[in-house]
């Protein structure tokens, strides 16, 4: 069966401080993959999403960058964290139309 | 104006009533998925629907693709259905996530 693993489950990082969340998925292949953001009291929102290694599509300006080394490795990364960029972070992946999610990171930045 | 809109945006019940969540849309879409988020965050996924209805248990999912509308039906609601309810459209295989329906569910 098809699992997704993110860690950590929680994070709490300064102002300037670099990130790197990571996704992984097992039992599947060549997999689209997400990654969605929920800022405090907002709707999700799409950040990220690859179709296959190397291949990324951001959907928003932002502090953020996401690569895909591996097929079924996605990583959320930043430089210098702002305060903004507060919130629970979800990965997911697809196999068109059906879509799974991780179990999230929820990241404050201080 | 937002391309997937759900109402209401809160919503509270005694036990044992019955629940409707309505979600709109107004793009093409695939597919219609129907989404539970809990306190702590994670996401669990109730229905995908492209047309006509589902059931799971206690919870019904119903979509009109002329009308480009879907309601999420809770019957005999219990204070464990309490949690967020999203509806997201599946458009060009990214999904547009409406802003969720607070529902809590009293004893």
Request: aromatic share 8%; hydrophobic share 35%.
């Amino acid at each position: 069966s098809q699992t997704i693993h993110q860690w950590p489950a929680t994070l709490v990082q300064p102002v300037g401080s670099p990130l790197s969340l990571e996704c992984t998925v097992e039992g599947t292949s060549n997999p689209n993959l997400y990654w969605y953001r929920q800022a405090a009291g907002r709707g999700l929102q799409l950040l990220f999403y690859s179709v296959g290694i190397g291949q990324i599509s951001s959907e928003v300006p932002q502090n953020l960058s996401a690569s895909r080394p591996q097929d079924r490795q996605f990583i959320l990364s930043s430089k210098k964290l702002l305060l903004s960029d507060s919130g629970f972070y979800l990965c997911a992946w697809s196999v068109h139309p059906v879509q799974y999610f991780g179990p999230g990171t929820r990241l404050t930045v201080t | 104006k937002n391309e997937v809109e759900q109402s209401p945006q809160n919503l509270t019940a005694q036990e044992g009533e019955f629940i409707t969540i309505n979600c709109s849309y107004s793009v093409g879409i695939s597919a219609l998925h129907w989404l539970q988020q809990h306190p702590g965050g994670g996401i669990v996924s109730l229905f995908m629907l492209s047309s006509g209805k589902k059931k799971h248990g206690r919870l019904i999912a119903t979509i009109n693709i002329q009308e480009k509308h879907s309601s999420l039906h809770i019957t005999a609601s219990h204070p464990r259905d309490s949690a967020v309810y999203i509806c997201a459209v599946d458009n060009t295989d990214k999904l547009i996530f409406g802003t969720g329906t607070r529902l809590q569910v009293f004893p």
